[in-house]
């Protein structure tokens, strides 16, 4: 994550724009096939249905969100958080396994990310985030949700699990780090070189200001460098019964001692390492993620 500006300057502008021009979708370039599952980077899945989604006025941007299954009063509704300069799309294959399982499913793209607009005025943060994702819980009239988070959603949901324990059931947060620290140099993986390369094309595909992809990464590389910086005390209003602390056995993006320390911090949560798979478990081995995913989520 902090690497990502030195691997962007090694590709050169060139490359950039070569990416967000490009017409085929997906472009077999950012895809990596290997035996060795934590060495591939799988075609990003689909949403289920049309994908058009819809947009909610949030904090002066326009926020995209997709729901999915329906309501049920016994479960509460599962929000998916994607990771840095992703989108919703990553989860396709999670949303599409609880579709069925009686849950009502909603994914939303962070600001500046996929489909959702920015303010490109004003930084780009994590409480600025979890703001977003809890007033969008006050516009969809939930009171109350589980949150599935991966990297910088997985910040998010713990961010939100701390500030605002009443309208969190449960956190599944998978690869979080708490401190800038306990990222890795990502420029050194050639999976997550490909998987940055992939969010290029599909910035310019799916943003609506596809022009400006180098203030977006500005913007998030600048939260990556000083957020989060948390400490064990920012825990302590976690509920922590309902939390998983949750990574891979491959991880190339965030040190094993992040989980750890959060896990030490949070005795009463869970703490999961998933094997044969990297900080894309959720498309290496979707199988084992969702398997995991209905053990927490899916037990009364």
């Given at each position: ?71 049920n ?80 959603g ?10 605002h ?15 800038p ?10 999976v ?13 595909r ?8 180098e ?86």
């Open positions: 994550m902090l690497g990502l500006k030195v691997f962007l300057g090694i590709v050169g502008q060139a490359a950039i724009l070569a990416s967000c021009s490009s017409g085929n979708y997906p472009d077999e370039s950012t895809v990596i096939r290997s035996p060795r599952r934590w060495l591939s980077l799988p075609p990003t899945p689909s949403l289920p249905g049309s994908g058009r989604g819809n947009y909610a006025k949030i904090n002066n941007i326009q926020l995209w969100y997709d729901t999915f299954g329906s309501s009063p016994h479960r509460s509704p599962i929000f998916f958080l994607h990771g840095g300069l992703a989108n919703s799309d990553y989860f396709g294959d999670q949303v599409r396994f609880f579709e069925g399982k009686g849950f009502k499913i909603i994914t939303v793209d962070s600001r500046g990310h996929g489909r959702s607009t920015t303010d490109f005025n004003i930084p780009i943060g994590y409480d600025l985030m979890s703001d977003d994702f809890v007033a969008l819980l006050d516009h969809l009239k939930i009171p109350k949700a589980s949150f599935v988070g991966w990297s910088d997985a910040i998010n949901a713990l961010n939100i699990a701390a500030k324990p009443d309208r969190v059931d449960k956190v599944f947060a998978f690869a979080a780090n708490y401190n620290s306990g990222v890795m140099d990502t420029t050194v993986s050639p997550f070189n490909t998987y940055v390369n992939r969010t290029i094309a599909e910035y310019g799916l943003s609506p200001h596809p022009d400006r992809y203030e977006f990464l500005n913007q998030v590389t600048q939260m990556w460098q000083g957020q989060p910086n948390w400490t064990e005390s920012f825990f302590s209003t976690i509920n922590e019964m309902n939390v998983w602390i949750v990574d891979a056995d491959h991880e190339e993006a965030v040190y094993r001692s992040q989980q750890d320390d959060m896990a030490r911090w949070l005795p009463d949560a869970g703490q999961l390492l998933l094997p044969q798979v990297s900080h894309f478990a959720f498309i290496q081995d979707p199988d084992t993620f969702n398997a995991m995913l209905w053990n927490f989520l899916g037990r009364d």
